[in-house]
């Protein structure tokens, strides 16, 4: 059974740092491609960043491009992302998915996580 | 960035009827190697979204064969048989096909 499990949000004040963890089990994880998607509250769905399965292809949605930072380490089957200089507008449930495929794109996630609350606030 | 429309963006149904949700995309979304980069998701209440449909018109493992998706090029329909009601929730479309993938406004179903 596939298994993503996030952990590291909390409360922030604007302009730190927060780092997500996701956890993997249940499926072979140096396969595919992981991504994060966020979700502010109430709202939609928005794909903040997504990296392939050997680290060699990343991207980032234009709203936090240069300040988070994705990663992945296949060794401990997990999936990171730094973010920095955080702003209010950052405040989101962050959820974890993997991707069908090895690469960023073409791109769609067939599992995710339950999701870790980040909430940007002074 | 490829925008995702979708219509309606709420929809009342009575168990037993059918439902069907628009989406169209700004842009084609067939890709050179001939698959299309369309899938459906439902968010439950309280749940992370889960996957129902992928390039157009397959079924994910496990979902209901009361779903099903259609179309091709930048218009797509999910067509639900019989609302059941546990299809409560939003459906979102997504495409997949150029980063960033992006999601439709989703689409609140509920139950009469």
């Known amino acids: 059974e596939v298994q993503l499990v996030e952990s590291g949000g909390g409360l922030v004040q604007p302009g730190r740092s927060l780092r997500l963890s996701c956890a993997a089990s249940?499926?072979?994880?140096?396969?595919?491609?992981m991504h994060w998607v966020r979700q502010a509250p109430g709202k939609g769905l928005e794909w903040v960043s997504g990296i392939s399965w050997n680290s060699g292809s990343i991207g980032y949605a234009d709203s936090v491009k240069g300040r988070f930072t994705i990663s992945r380490d296949n060794a401990k089957n997990s999936l990171y992302l730094q973010m920095n200089s955080l702003r209010a507008e950052d405040t989101a449930l962050y959820y974890c998915?993997?991707?069908?495929?090895?690469?960023?794109?073409?791109?769609?996630?067939?599992?995710w996580g339950q999701g870790t609350l980040v909430t940007v606030s002074s | 960035d490829i925008v995702m429309t979708q219509t309606p963006l709420s929809l009342s149904v009575t168990p037993g009827q059918p439902a069907s949700i628009s989406c169209k995309s700004s842009q084609s979304l067939l890709h050179s190697d001939g698959k299309t980069y369309l899938y459906w998701y439902l968010q439950k209440p309280g749940q992370s979204p889960q996957l129902l449909i992928y390039?157009?018109?397959s079924r994910f493992s496990g979902v209901p064969d009361r779903f099903s998706g259609s179309g091709s090029g930048t218009d797509f329909t999910l067509k639900i048989s019989r609302v059941e009601a546990e299809d409560v929730g939003v459906y979102y479309c997504?495409?997949?096909?150029?980063?960033?993938?992006?999601f439709g406004q989703g689409t609140k179903v509920e139950i009469k």
């Open positions: 249940g499926f072979t994880f140096d396969d595919y491609a």
């Open positions: 390039e157009v018109s």
């Open positions: 998915a993997k991707d069908r495929h090895f690469g960023v794109v073409p791109s769609y996630f067939d599992y």
């Open positions: 997504m495409q997949g096909i150029h980063l960033p993938p992006t």
